[in-house]
């Protein structure tokens, strides 16, 4: 079992940064592959970036590739999304899981409560 908690959301201006943390509770957190998706009002959750188990392979969207990096300290059971050149179509709720490294939202057993950020033009 598996329990995700993000933080670091907010209200940042275009062109701005933010890290998202996301922390998590459990022994076998290190055995998981880890992602971040995002999903904004009306729309459906999208795979934003991922992360193995041990952190020697990344994946990311389209959308974000060179802006946003994803890491893991599996030592203190934390996952990080770190977001630069931000734009206004990068405002969602950001939500981190657990269980894979894919793209979509079936390989992942677990779910945090998700973060908002807005990005402001």
């Known amino acids: 079992q598996v329990q995700l908690v993000e933080s670091g959301g907010g209200l940042v201006q275009a062109g701005g940064s933010l890290r998202l943390s996301c922390a998590a509770s459990?022994?076998?957190?290190?055995?998981?592959?880890m992602g971040w998706f995002r999903q904004a009002p009306g729309r459906e959750r999208d795979f934003v970036a991922s992360?193995?188990?041990?952190?020697?392979?990344?994946y990311y969207a389209e959308s974000v590739q060179g802006r946003f990096t994803i890491s893991r300290d599996n030592a203190k059971n934390m996952v990080y999304l770190r977001m630069n050149s931000l734009k206004p179509e990068d405002t969602a709720v950001y939500f981190c899981?657990?269980?894979?490294?894919?793209?979509?939202?079936?390989?992942?057993?677990?779910w945090g409560q998700g973060t908002q950020v807005t990005v402001s033009s």
């Open positions: 992360i193995s188990w041990s952190g020697g392979s990344t």
């Open positions: 899981a657990a269980g894979s490294t894919g793209a979509t939202l079936y390989g992942y057993a677990y």
């Open positions: 459990g022994r076998t957190f290190k055995n998981y592959g």
